[in-house]
């Protein structure tokens, strides 16, 4: 199919590791830059505070 563009059966299946390498290890890696990051916690702590503001915790609790 691909063969006109030069694109061999070797090329499809290192694509295909490349891309499992990158959704396994690629995007778990990624996740745990951003859980990590000042951005995101601040976030996190920012929307807590809007939650405690309108009394959202106090129902949850009772």
């Known amino acids: 199919m691909y063969a006109e563009w030069g ?17 396994t290890k690629g995007f ?6 951003v859980s990590q990051s000042e951005e995101f916690k601040s976030s996190l702590e920012q929307i807590s505070r809007a939650y405690q503001d309108v009394g959202v915790s106090s ?4």
């Open 7 to 23: 694109i061999t059966s070797d090329d499809n299946q290192k694509l295909a590791k490349e891309k499992y390498c990158l959704i």
């Open 59 to 62: 129902r949850l609790e009772g």
């Open 28 to 33: 778990g890696s990624f996740l745990t830059v």
